[in-house]
């Protein structure tokens, strides 16, 4: 008796611990892209875009759930798409070099240029309104960089901050609402500082500084949150501005805490649930990060290591907590989406317990002993040999 009480004390703590394990999410690692491959952006379905490799040349591509479609096959110089909305549209990028070329739109198969004044698509809601950056006239003969919304055919420029010596501005999130974020500058030459903005009501908001050089607002959810990266007070350790990713609400910015003293960090992406994804300086070099609003989390402590992937960004997160993000193995680094495992219900991890609660007493009386009338079996042990499979 002694050993069946052993036995199920053993197992009921093996349950408990089961289901303190799962307190956490868990990922499952889909890869998308070949070897060179980045991801940029999701949308509520889990359609992920970012840009491969092919023939030596950098395209965009759009992964429709199914397919990975190479959109930048018949764009001039590379390209990069950077965000898709729930109907699956795409924006981004072609240049030269490092030069801009031209912004695009692609759906349903075709890919439709924007505005010759645009140079930068970075985001576009359900709406199919695009942020970004754009040339507009100065009033003196020049043209400088401004943050741009462009809807029913109309590109709106959303201008500066009043009061201060700054020339530019770059959009680089919107919400359904159609209010957008961004980086504007609030100083001039030779360093441009910038700080985050948020543009809603044809208003522009500055939304603070800690005493960095270089800020920006990265992506805005549907209640107004905002997250991005903003540069911290001068240090004389070699990082002089450390970046500290952050989030904005109602009016109260918090940084969102580091991995190693000084590190550098950015969130880029906070779904509708408030949780977010970014990067981060670690002991080990540079890792993706889950916010969920008790500190940040390694995903690399997220997703089984047997596997043997490092995540080293993470660029989007939607609402069913899917992650676009591109992940490193021996073999390379590939553009992935990150898939929460299945988590077994409270009803069978309770019936699980109970069933080897049953057998535990049931060879407790000696009535039973699955093994007593077979062979032993031969212990197959795991080839550890083997690089796993980037696709």
Known sequence: MKSAISCAVFWMSAILCMGAAHAAPTYDVTVIGGAGSTANGINSSGQVVGQLTSSGNLHAFFFDGATLNDIGAGVAGDSVALAVNDSGTVVGNAYATGFPLQSFVYTGGALTALPENIFSARGINNAGAI???????????QFVPHAFIYAGGVVTDLGLLPGN?????????????????GAVEVGGAPNRPTDP??????????????????????????????????????????????DKAFKWDAGVLQTLGEFIPNGNSVAYDINNGGQIVGNAQTAGGIRAFLYAGAGMVELDSLIDPAAGWTITAASGINDMQQIAATACNLAGCYAVRLDLAPVPEPGQVAMLGLGLLALCLRRGRGRYDPWVNKARRPMVLPDTSKTPSPV
């Open 197 to 242: 903005f948020l543009y809603s009501g044809g208003v522009m908001q500055n939304l603070g500084n800690i005493g960095g050089v270089f800020s920006a607002a990265w992506a805005i959810n549907d209640a107004n949150q905002v997250v991005g990266s903003i540069g911290g007070p001068y240090l004389n350790d070699g990082n002089l501005y450390p």
């Open 165 to 181: 010596d700054g020339e530019g501005s770059y959009g680089y999130g919107i919400n359904n609402a159609g209010a957008a974020v």
């Open 131 to 141: 942020v970004g950056a754009a040339q507009f006239p100065d009033g003196s003969g």
